[in-house]
């Protein structure tokens, strides 16, 4: 039984920043393709950030570039984000998300799309 959980949101003036984390539990082995997501009200989910396998394979969102960074740590199964000049419009549930045998090509795909097979429960971040 796999688990993925959330931690690391809150509330934050515009312009400041945040660091989500999400921890695996009950993989036999790294999943290949780790993605954060959001939900806004009344909004469809949509991908905000994946990584496959290392820093050499990272997608982001255009609204997202340049001020979020994903990363991940397979000796101690956590994937984070790192959210910097945090907007108004970041406010959302974030979620952890894991595609553990999709390929490079198909990790960006599925960001978009959006399509991951396990899910966490999220995290809330309000930015004000």
């Known amino acids: 039984h796999v688990q993925l959980v959330e931690s690391g949101g809150g509330s934050v003036q515009a312009g400041g920043s945040l660091r989500l984390s999400c921890a695996a539990f009950g993989y036999t082995a790294n999943p290949y393709c780790l993605g954060w997501f959001r939900q806004a009200p009344g909004k469809e989910r949509e991908g905000v950030a994946a990584i496959w396998r290392t820093a050499d394979n990272t997608y982001y969102a255009d609204s997202v570039r340049d001020r979020f960074t994903i990363s991940r740590d397979d000796a101690k199964n956590t994937l984070s984000l790192q959210m910097n000049n945090l907007k108004p419009e970041d406010t959302a549930m974030y979620y952890c998300?894991?595609?553990?045998?999709?390929?490079?090509?198909?990790?960006?795909?599925?960001?978009?799309?959006?399509?991951?097979?396990?899910w966490g429960q999220g995290t809330q971040v309000t930015v004000s």
């Open positions: 998300a894991a595609a553990p045998r999709a390929s490079v090509t198909s990790c960006e795909f599925r960001l978009r799309k959006p399509n991951f097979d396990d």
